[in-house]
């Protein structure tokens, strides 16, 4: 009778352990949070409701212009 191979879960978490490093190692080399830009962490409704734009506490170099008006 053949021996059955039993399963380690732990691979399965160093595995995804592994996946997430190598992620985070990628977007540090990209830039990391260097390229976040959240001018403003909340939006006002699209138009014609509101002006979509941003407001709120400004984080970030703001170097991002806002999409133009549509009228």
Same mark, same amino acid.
């Given at each position: 009778?053949? *021996? *059955? *191979?039993? &399963?380690?879960?732990?691979?399965? =978490? ?6 997430? =490093? +190598? +992620?985070? +190692? ?16 909340? $939006? &006002?409704?699209?138009?014609? $409701? ?22």
């Amino acid at each position: 009778m053949a *021996e *059955e *191979e039993k &399963h380690d879960p732990m691979k399965d =978490v160093y595995f995804i352990v592994t996946i997430v =490093v +190598i +992620i985070v +190692i990628l977007w540090f080399a990209a830039g990391g949070p260097g390229k976040t830009d959240v001018s403003g962490a909340f $939006l &006002h409704a699209p138009q014609p $409701l509101d002006s979509g734009t941003s407001y709120g506490p400004t984080f970030g170099s703001g170097s991002v212009a806002p999409p133009p008006q549509v009228q």
